[in-house]
């Protein structure tokens, strides 16, 4: 959809979203849900979430311009609206962020007609949870160098090996899985597999993070046995397989429903409202000039961002080689941890005070969030790999060795 004025038919959808959001938004959890899906543990959230997405799908905000076959609800122009409705209505994300952003494209672009057929609508309703499977000790940012094994053995796999980072890795039913069927290929070794997380060789410890929370995982996998109808794609074929679902997890895939929390223009505003609240030396951290020339600068970079991410609509001015959306991921991510760094300034001292501290600004949300920041300028190709591609492939540098 190009950023024009909308025609009938999306004016009404858009008219509908919003009606829609606005009666249908679910009441709180009993406990405050995590700041974002990836770090989701508890059972009474992956219900409350599940529940709102199949919801949401039901209503025809997901997969809104996916083809009926393969549980869609057979639109054109109309998904981008529903995301962007789902935004601004600032309801509770969906907890399948693995399986909407990355296993839908991916078997959109490379899976059989069975595989799309079958996996695509429990993902829309949430029913399967997905993890990716793609990280290993030894390989993150040099992904090629993953070493999990696959065997082939009549008409199934074993796989041996294990993963790391594994967000939803303890709720997921299905993995994206990238395993070596041949280990003195670098690159043309590597074949993508969709793994069954019920598999008894499938072991999965939680990892704890820095903020206390447990999001991911490390994954064990010992002789699980894999169906050859579960391969993506031709056997070698893993590693452009994985490069089209990073294509989508970096934010330059097709759209099939809204995952992500709150806009930076939301948080600017918060930021704003933070400094206004806090006083410091008799006068609010907002009237000191020094503070108010920082978060001024600091919201000229975020509109600058939400502008250029506009842009990715429109399609004669995007440019080749996706470039918007490659870099919005570099400066969305970058945008957030600064926009945090400058909460944790503008409360001072007290930006110490963490979750749980009856004293801590807005629950200790700016802390929190702060360390989570990182989430978005390592997963997914930590920022240097992003300027690395974007380097050699959209200015056409030399490639790094
Ligand atoms: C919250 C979170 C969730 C995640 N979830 C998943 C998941 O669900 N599934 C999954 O498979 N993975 C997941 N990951 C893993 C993520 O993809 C990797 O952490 C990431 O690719 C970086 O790999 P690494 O951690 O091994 O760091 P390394 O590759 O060891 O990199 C360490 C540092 O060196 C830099 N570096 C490395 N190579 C270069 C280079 N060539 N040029 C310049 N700098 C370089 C990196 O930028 C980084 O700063 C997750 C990570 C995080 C933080």
Known sequence: MSETRLNNEQQEFQEFCRRWLGENRPGPTKTPLPQAAYEVVDEEHRIYLSEWQAKCYQAGL?????????????HTGLQQIASAEVHRAKVPYFINWIGLGMTVPTLLAHGTEDQKKTFLPPIFTAEHIWCQGFSEPGAGSDLASLQTSAEKQGDHWVINGSKVWTSLGHF???????????KHNKYGGITYFLAPMADPGITVKPIHKMTGESGFNEVFLDQVKIGDHLRVDEIGAGWKVAMSTLTSERGAGVGVGAVAGESPRLVMQQVINLAKDTIRNGKSVWDDPIWRDRLMKMYERTEAAIQNARRTK???????????????????????????HLALGVLGLSSSLYTRDTHAADDGKWALGYMNTYTGTISGGSSEIQRNILGERVLGMPKTK
Request: hydrophobic share 40%.
């Open 62 to 74: 997901i997969a809104t311009d996916l083809p009926k076959e393969y549980g869609g609800h057979g």
């Open 172 to 182: 997921a039913q299905w993995m994206l899985l990238l395993a070596r069927d041949d």
């Open 314 to 340: 429109v399609k004669a001015i995007n440019g080749g080689a996706m470039r918007i959306p490659l870099q919005s991921k570099v400066s969305g991510s970058e945008i957030s941890q600064e926009l945090h």
